[in-house]
Structure formats: structure tokens, C-alpha cells
């Protein structure tokens, strides 16, 4: 069974930094695309940033140039840093792992307040 555990959420002052990591069991994130979304109170998921099995990134225009997605598949751990937040950053923010399957984690809340 594969999970992904998120942690790294919590509140903070805009213009603070958190770094979210998502921890993965039961499948190697070397074979998946790993990605973060999140979701705000009453709006739809979105995309935040995606990580390729190439390593290669992409970003949401909202968080290009102050969130990084990186991965460490040694310790099967995808993370995602995010500095200079603003308050619409606030959002539960959610583990993705795509392979033949999708897999999503229960997510981590994250409070930036003004």
C-alpha cells in the first residue's frame, strides 16, 4: 500500500518561509512524478509545483520564484520550500505521486497571516 504522509505545515507572518516535505511508502518516488497542490477555503484544488522523475520543475505563476519542489529519492521524501509567503498562500496543502496509479496524501494546513 503506498502512502504519503505530509508535514512542515503550520502558521506563519508574511514573508516567513515554511518547508513542507511529504514522506513516501510502499513505492519508490524514482518511479513517480511528484507534485504539491493545495486548496484554499471554498475554491477548487489547484497545482503548485511538479517535480519529474528527470528532476526537471514546474510552477504555478502564483509561486514561480518563491516556492522550490525538490526530491530525495534516498530518503523517498519530496519537499516543497516556500519562501516569502503572502497570506493567499494560505491553504491545505496536498502530496501527489503519479505513476500508473495517482496517490494523494491528507495534507497539511498552511496559515500565513498579514
Known amino acids: 500500500q503506498v502512502q504519503l504522509v505530509e508535514s512542515g505545515g503550520g502558521l506563519m507572518q508574511a514573508g516567513g518561509s515554511l518547508r513542507l516535505s511529504c514522506a513516501v511508502s510502499?513505492?519508490?518516488?524514482?518511479?513517480?512524478?511528484m507534485a504539491w497542490y493545495r486548496q484554499a477555503p471554498g475554491k477548487e484544488r489547484e497545482f503548485v509545483a511538479q517535480?519529474?522523475?528527470?528532476?526537471?520543475?514546474t510552477y504555478a505563476d502564483s509561486v514561480k520564484g518563491r516556492f522550490t519542489i525538490s526530491r530525495d529519492n534516498a530518503k523517498n521524501t519530496v519537499y516543497l520550500q516556500m519562501n516569502n509567503l503572502k497570506p493567499e498562500d494560505t491553504a491545505i496543502y496536498y502530496c501527489?505521486?503519479?505513476?500508473?496509479?495517482?496517490?494523494w496524501g491528507q495534507g497539511t494546513q498552511v496559515t500565513v497571516s498579514s
Open positions: 501527489n505521486g503519479r505513476g500508473f496509479a495517482e496517490y
Open positions: 510502499g513505492r519508490p518516488i524514482s518511479d513517480l512524478v
Open positions: 517535480n519529474s522523475r528527470s528532476s526537471s520543475n
